[in-house]
């Protein structure tokens, strides 16, 4: 063959001549030199052999007669080796008699040319010769490359199956029709079938609705169809015996030369199932449950609140009875009663008003969550601030607090409980204050969602561990004298900042002042 731009250079054969004469080695040598191939000489068998040994030869060119071991000796020796066996030999001789010929044949002649030699039919014959090795050599090397592929192969294949063995799901090959090809040992065991039964079969007989989308276009290596199918969606998958099962099922489709192989990855997914659906009943009961206990604990409360709201109002009358009748006495007869009469009856005023005050604050508490959302309004928290320094103007000016603020936004609240928080808490600012006069900053900026507050006073300050428990029902830190409020205060803000969806929390500490922070939602 010619391959474009110059001719394949072969490599030069060897070809061996045997003769004892030679003049006869000479002529051989000048009729075959046109041939272009390596001509080697010997000239006895014996040293044929020995060439034989060293070398391997296209053909070999044996004269019949020569002394100590004649053609027909050498030739046996050279057929007895491996080495040379398939050499062909020609045979140079000058007699045509039959017994000789077979001889020669039955010793592996491939010819014979009898003497005198024409030069042209000898050139003739060992061209073929030379051309027929040439042949067969470049054949050898074809079969040991294809033996050489094989062998790839073969390891390549051992690998994809003991990978495909070592997978944990079932894996079943098939061609884009379902026409299964191979399967893994997990395929028998999660169908209960024989790996023979399942091969050629069609993979619908497992999964009954499979169906993988058969149209790949050409630059299409599957991936895309990959995405597309499989784990997305529940399966269902038959066991040899017909009992159905939910799986899991992925596709790796591979364009192969003999078309579009899938491997299916399938695994039982019963149990998955079976606890996704225990915890979904498990969700619905617990759902069930917190609604039932969320109901009891509103009615329970709502009980509650009309306990406190009816113990506290029906208090009050009995209340005022007992103040109204001490102030009476105080004033009627003070100074005119024996022993420490006087004392007492200041006790019981004193007492009679705390309670009042008390009482006052829990109705107020109570009565938070009943007004209605019709309460709520877009209001400027500076309108509320404003109102509630005019409540206190009594106790602001009595005490010299400075109160500042920065700019306050409007927000969507109940103006009278916005009112009431500010209030609480700048009457704790006051009333918790430190050595000097008090000095109250109100200041409010965006945070997130919402509008964070702040109310910050330079008074005594809360130690951490009480930065929770103050904002509890009745909870007071000092110890109660006169002047001492009910502990209702910041739980009466706690309730107004929930019911606007904030949150409220104080940070402080000791000696240094606080800061109350409160949060209201930025809606519109
Ligand atoms: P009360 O003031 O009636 O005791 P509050 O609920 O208003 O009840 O306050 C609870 C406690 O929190 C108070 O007793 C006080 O110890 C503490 N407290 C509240 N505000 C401040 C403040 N601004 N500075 C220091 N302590 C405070």
Redesign the pocket.
């Known amino acids: 063959m010619e391959p474009a731009g110059g001719s394949v250079i072969e490599p030069r054969m060897k070809i061996l001549l045997v003769d004892d004469t030679a003049e006869n080695l000479v002529s051989l040598e000048a009729a075959l030199s046109g041939l272009g191939e390596e001509l080697v000489l010997a000239h006895s068998g014996k040293e044929a052999l020995r060439r034989l040994l060293e070398d391997d030869f296209a053909a070999i060119l044996l004269d019949v007669r020569m002394p100590d071991m004649d053609g027909f000796e050498t030739a046996e020796l050279i057929r007895s080796r491996p080495r040379s066996r398939q050499i062909p030999i020609l045979f140079l001789t000058g007699y045509r008699n039959e017994e000789h010929l077979f001889r020669g044949y039955d010793l592996g002649a491939v010819d014979f040319l009898f003497k005198p030699i024409v030069p042209e039919v000898l050139r003739s014959k060992v061209a073929v010769l030379v051309d027929l090795s040439r042949g067969s050599a470049k054949l050898k090397e074809q079969a040991e490359a294809l033996r050489t592929q094989a062998d790839v192969l073969r390891k390549a294949e051992q690998k994809f199956r003991s990978l495909l063995e070592a997978a944990p799901d079932a894996m079943v090959m098939c061609r884009a029709d379902g026409e299964i090809v191979m399967v893994n040992s997990q395929t028998e065991l999660l169908f209960g079938s024989r790996r023979e039964r399942l091969i050629s079969r069609n993979i619908r007989e497992l999964v009954p609705a499979w169906n993988f989308p058969p149209r790949l276009s050409s630059d299409d290596d599957g991936s895309s169809a990959r995405a597309r199918a499989g784990a997305d969606r529940d399966w269902q998958a038959v066991r040899a015996d017909g009992a159905a099962f939910p799986a899991e099922i992925t596709f790796s489709p591979l364009r192969t030369e003999d078309g579009v192989v899938i491997t299916s990855a399938i695994s039982d997914i019963s149990e998955r199932k079976k606890a996704e659906e225990q915890i979904g009943q498990l969700n619905a009961s617990l759902e069930q449950r917190v609604l039932e206990r969320t109901e009891e604990l509103m009615r329970s409360n709502d009980e509650l609140q009309q306990y406190a709201y009816i113990a506290s109002h029906d208090l009050q009358e009995p209340l005022r009875n007992v103040a109204l009748y001490a102030q009476l006495l105080a004033k009627r007869h003070m100074g005119q009663l024996p022993g420490e009469a006087d004392q007492y009856i200041q006790f019981i005023v004193d007492g009679a008003q705390r309670m009042e005050n008390l009482i006052h604050d829990l109705l107020d508490f109570s009565k938070l969550d009943t007004r209605g959302s019709d309460f709520f309004a877009r209001m400027n928290c500076r309108d509320a601030l404003d109102d509630a320094i005019s409540n206190l103007r009594a106790l602001v000016d009595h005490s010299g607090a400075v109160i500042t603020h920065d700019g306050l936004p409007p927000v969507f609240a109940d103006l009278v409980q916005i009112t009431r928080l500010f209030q ?1 808490l700048l009457v ?2 006051i ?2 204050r430190g050595p000097d006069v008090p000095k109250i900053h109100v200041a409010a900026r965006e945070n997130g969602a919402d509008w964070l507050f702040s109310v910050r ?1 330079n ?4 130690e951490p561990q009480y930065a929770e428990k ?1 904002f509890g029902i009745l ?4 110890p109660r004298d006169r002047s ?8 009466i803000c706690r309730k107004i900042v929930t019911r606007h969806d904030g949150r409220i929390w104080v940070e ?1 500490a000791l000696g240094n002042g ?1 800061t ?1 922070y409160f949060t209201l939602p930025r809606r519109e």
Do not use: E, T
């Open positions: 609480n704790n600012a009333k918790y006073d008074g005594i300050g809360i103050i909870k007071c830190l000092q001492s409020g009910s502990g209702m205060g910041l739980a402080s606080s109350f």
